[in-house]
């Protein structure tokens, strides 16, 4: 039976970190399914930096949009992120209601592996209104989709500040 637990939270709130942390409180051998798409110099820096920071326990996977044809039986999955992940389907397509059916049903389909998935998640409705429609657009999408992991999850952490707060 699969476990999930979502992190959400603001950018640098600690999420990534907590959840690394947390997934090696589980195992000796966790895996990093990492969902961005490398747009740039400095985001291929970024992903660098991560990387190094994991070591050579973590099985890394990288995975811009189909997460379920990855076999992740048995194991402790840390997916990173659900924001970038959304990016890489709403990009193609910039139609919400598309992009939350197919979202949805890969998320559906990955967790009815029997492992434990944690995923991490951008809170990016906290902030004001954005003027820009497609913006507004993404915002939605996210929160729409947070909604049905949180619905679905066994644990939901709201990072602030580097500091971990239980919400279920």
């Known amino acids: 039976m699969s476990k999930v637990i979502l992190i959400t939270g ?5 999420k990534s970190g907590h959840a690394e942390q947390l997934a ?6 966790p895996v990093y399914l990492a969902t961005a798409h490398i747009w740039d110099d400095e985001f291929r820096e970024r992903v660098r930096r991560h990387q190094e920071r994991r070591g050579q326990q973590w099985t890394n996977i990288e995975e811009e949009r189909y997460l379920s044809r990855h076999d992740l039986t048995g194991r402790v999955v840390v997916v990173d992120c659900v924001t970038l992940w959304l990016t890489n389907f709403f990009f193609d397509t910039n139609d919400v209601d598309q992009t939350l059916t197919a979202a949805k049903d890969e998320f559906d389909r990955l967790t009815r592996q029997d492992a434990t998935f944690i995923f991490v998640t951008n809170e990016i409705g906290l ?14 999408l996210e929160g729409w989709m947070n909604q049905h992991i949180a619905q679905r999850a066994d644990e939901v952490i709201l990072m602030v500040s580097g500091i971990p707060m ?3």
């Open 166 to 168: 239980k919400i279920k």
């Open 24 to 29: 090696l409180s589980l195992t000796e051998s």
């Open 127 to 140: 902030g004001g209104v954005s003027d820009n429609a497609l913006q507004r657009q993404f915002t939605d």
């Open 10 to 14: 603001g950018q640098r709130s600690g």
